[in-house]
């Protein structure tokens, strides 16, 4: 595995994600995948302890077209993984493999929609549990419970950016050997409510702008992208150390 800094945040290169990746739940290491694309690390700057989640994670991949063509101009021949092409790989072989899976995030019955989904899919899958992710602190509770108890193998949570990663970080101790994903909007696509870029877009490094279409009113935090070439542009003309 090769690290890589962007603005300070390391981004791990490794030619095989999902082998990496099923090695771990195999063995029950516990692992937090943080799916890192420019936005965040605009976050991560102004958020310590987000920029804190994403230092401490085990694996930290390209999710973002932002982060790939800027590692790209610095010499590395690097290819993006987008986060929810990842994880479903994951989760095709935990079903397969009986693995515990734990479902987290997106509004009340989008989880429930993925779930039957998958359980048409893989009929052997084992979804140990699932909860909306817009929960009082008493739901909660009962949520780590449940984590605690059920002791699942792989953690996904979609909580969007950063309260997943803080979410991952302040309770995966319940579930010490588990992978935890923080998955951010995919239970939406996954449960079909919203649809991703046709591969024009994402081929040409425009998911952006079809989510823009999909979604305008996110078009303030689309700020952050030109953000980040600017950011990324005066720190590469740092002399370095
Ligand atoms: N979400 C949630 N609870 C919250 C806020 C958001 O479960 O309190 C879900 C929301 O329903 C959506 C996902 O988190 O499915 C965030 O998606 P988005 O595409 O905004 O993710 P991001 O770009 O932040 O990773």
Same mark, same amino acid.
């Given at each position: 595995?090769?690290q890589?800094s962007?603005?300070?945040?390391?981004?791990?290169i490794?030619?095989? @994600?999902?082998?990496?990746? *099923?090695?771990?739940?195999?063995?029950?290491?516990?692992?937090?995948v943080?799916?890192?694309?420019?936005?965040?690390?605009m976050?991560?700057?102004?958020?310590p302890?987000l *920029?804190?989640?994403?230092?401490?994670?085990?694996?930290?991949?390209?999710?973002?077209?932002?982060?790939v063509?800027?590692?790209?101009?610095?010499?590395?021949?690097?290819?993006?993984?987008?986060?929810i092409?990842?994880s479903?790989?994951?989760?095709?072989i935990?079903?397969?493999?009986?693995?515990?899976?734990?479902?987290?995030?997106?509004a009340?019955k989008?989880?429930d929609?993925?779930?039957?989904?998958?359980?048409n899919?893989?009929?052997?899958? *084992?979804? *140990?549990?699932m909860?909306?992710? @817009?929960?009082d602190?008493?739901i909660?509770?009962?949520?780590?419970?449940?984590?605690?108890?059920s002791?699942?193998?792989?953690i996904?949570?979609?909580?969007?950016?950063?309260?997943?990663?803080?979410?991952?970080?302040? @309770?995966? @101790?319940?579930c010490?050997?588990?992978?935890?994903?923080?998955?951010?909007?995919?239970f939406?696509?996954?449960?079909?409510?919203?649809?991703?870029?046709?591969?024009?877009?994402?081929?040409?490094?425009l998911?952006?702008l079809?989510?823009?279409?999909?979604?305008?009113?996110r078009?303030k935090?689309m700020?952050?992208?030109?953000?980040?070439v600017?950011c990324?542009?005066?720190?590469?003309l740092?002399?370095?150390?």
């Amino acid at each position: 595995m090769r690290q890589f800094s962007v603005l300070g945040l390391p981004v791990h290169i490794h030619e095989n @994600y999902r082998d990496w990746l *099923a090695q771990r739940l195999q063995t029950n290491q516990g692992t937090h995948v943080v799916t890192i694309n420019a936005e965040m690390t605009m976050q991560a700057r102004k958020n310590p302890a987000l *920029a804190n989640v994403i230092k401490q994670a085990e694996l930290v991949v390209p999710d973002g077209s932002g982060i790939v063509l800027y590692l790209r101009s610095q010499g590395e021949k690097i290819d993006r993984c987008p986060g929810i092409e990842l994880s479903e790989q994951i989760v095709q072989i935990a079903a397969e493999k009986q693995w515990r899976i734990f479902l987290i995030g997106g509004a009340p019955k989008v989880v429930d929609t993925v779930a039957e989904i998958w359980r048409n899919k893989w009929t052997d899958i *084992a979804i *140990a549990g699932m909860h909306h992710g @817009y929960f009082d602190a008493a739901i909660e509770q009962q949520i780590c419970e449940q984590l605690q108890s059920s002791q699942p193998n792989l953690i996904l949570v979609g909580l969007g950016v950063p309260r997943q990663e803080l979410w991952i970080q302040k @309770y995966r @101790y319940l579930c010490p050997n588990a992978v935890w994903i923080g998955v951010g909007g995919s239970f939406d696509i996954w449960s079909e409510l919203k649809t991703r870029a046709p591969e024009w877009f994402s081929k040409n490094h425009l998911e952006w702008l079809y989510r823009l279409y999909q979604e305008p009113w996110r078009w303030k935090r689309m700020l952050s992208l030109p953000h980040f070439v600017w950011c990324v542009t005066i720190d590469s003309l740092k002399p370095k150390k």
